[in-house]
T-cell receptor
Framework: GAVVSQHPSWVICKSGTSVKIECRSLDFQATTMFWYRQFPKQSLMLMATSNEGSKATYEQGVEKDKFLINHASLTLSTLTVTSAHPEDSSFYIC???????????FGQGTRLTVV | GENVEQHPSTLSVQEGDSAVIKCTYSDSASNYFPWYKQELGKRPQLIIDIRSNVGEKKDQRIAVTLNKTAKHFSLHITETQPEDSAVYFCAAPLAGSGNTGKLIFGQGTTLQVKP
């Protein structure tokens, strides 16, 4: 299957700072990538859709100015959590379907802890 | 929009027994239904999926059945083993997403297989 790599696997940051998470499709091109957030013992909640060459689209209730998404190329999307607060601590996971595909391949996830 | 309901939230079975997890969805246009297994702290792993042109799909000890009329699909694991213990998620395409890998997830089922 296709490989999606996410970096870093875990990060600890101080309140008020920003953190960037990268999501790369290693062996296929992805015009679209998806960002999810998962709180402990909960399901995956879709945050936003990252679109190569255009603006990201955000799900209801997700602040676009807080969660900045940039889809720089056909293999890279980044999520920047700005002015992080402890309540932003969560597991962030990206997924990408190969172009024209339906199946979603997930990155390893990033455990963000804001202290 | 699409709504996916998953039951039960927890399931405990004896090794060798079968386990069944059920999901219902609301968008009749959905035509792709994946099941994911997630171990603690790791990414969701696709274990089986089904498309709407078939009613059942099997892969060794795992099977998925789909009832499009009733809008529900189920995961069946036979001859369960302790390593099957994990959280299982069903998913369906978000309404209006065109089945492009943009998924909404069920609430998850924690399966415990007792040796």
């Amino acid at each position: 299957g296709a490989v999606v790599s996410q970096h870093p696997s875990w990060v600890i940051c101080k309140s008020g700072t920003s953190v960037k998470i990268e999501c790369r499709s290693l062996d296929f091109q992805a015009t679209t990538m998806f960002w999810y957030r998962q709180f402990p013992k909960q399901s995956l909640m879709l945050m936003a859709t990252s679109n190569e060459g255009s603006k990201a689209t955000y799900e209801q209730g997700v602040e676009k100015d807080k969660f900045l998404i940039n889809h720089a190329s056909l293999t890279l999307s980044t999520l920047t959590v700005t002015s992080a607060h402890p309540e932003d601590s969560s597991f962030y996971i990206c997924s990408a379907p190969p172009r024209g595909g339906t199946e979603a391949f997930f990155g390893q996830g990033t455990r963000l802890t804001v202290v | 929009g699409e709504n996916v309901e998953q039951h039960p939230s927890t399931l405990s079975v004896q090794e060798g027994d079968s386990a069944v997890i059920k999901c219902t969805y609301s968008d009749s246009a959905s035509n792709y239904f994946p099941w994911y297994k997630q171990e603690l702290g790791k990414r969701p792993q696709l274990i089986i999926d089904i498309r709407s042109n078939v009613g059942e799909k099997k892969d060794q000890r795992i099977a998925v059945t789909l009832n499009k009329t009733a809008k529900h699909f189920s995961l069946h694991i036979t001859e369960t083993q302790p390593e099957d213990s994990a959280v299982y998620f069903c998913a369906a395409p978000l309404a209006g997403s065109g089945n492009t890998g943009k998924l909404i997830f069920g609430q998850g089922t924690t399966l415990q297989v007792k040796p």
